[in-house]
Structures are given as C-alpha cells and as structure tokens.
C-alpha cells in the first residue's frame, strides 16, 4: 500500500486555495442545479428533473472529494 505523499510547506497553501476556489465553483452549479430541478418539478418535467438530480449529484460527490483530498487532515478553518 502506497503511503500519501505530503507536499512541500510552501506548497500546502496555494493547494488549500486552489481546493477552495474549486469548491466555491461547484457550489455554484450545484446551486444551478438544485435551482433547475425545482422548476422541472414543479413544471411535473420527469426527464430535466432527472438530469438536474444526477448533475447535482455529481457535484456533491465532486465537492466533498475536493474537501478530502484538498482540505482535510488540516486546519480546514484556516485563512484563505
């Protein structure tokens, strides 16, 4: 099994900036997402619903892999 590497310090915190940014990203296109499956909804649009949920779906997985790899296992409330 293959250990993480831990990157140079100097490096750490562009990474937590960039794993930010990307999640503020995503953020908004979930927000979207979210947004465009409650009109088709509420239009009673089965076939956008369906792919609004799995887009937003993927977004949520994408995110929280963004938070694991990019922020945890540090301080995840330090300053940007």
């Excluded at 465009?36 to 993927?58: M, V």
Aim: charged share 25%; hydrophobic share 40%.
């Amino acid at each position: 099994m293959l250990d993480r590497v831990t990157p140079p310090p100097e490096v750490v915190p562009f990474s937590r900036d960039q794993s930010f940014d990307e999640i503020e990203r995503v953020g908004g296109l979930l927000a979207s997402y979210a947004r465009s499956s409650s009109e088709a909804a509420f239009r009673g649009d089965q076939h956008t619903l369906l792919a609004a949920l799995q887009q937003a779906r993927l977004c949520c997985i994408y995110m929280i892999r963004m938070y694991k790899d990019g922020l945890e296992g540090g301080d995840a409330n330090g300053a940007r």
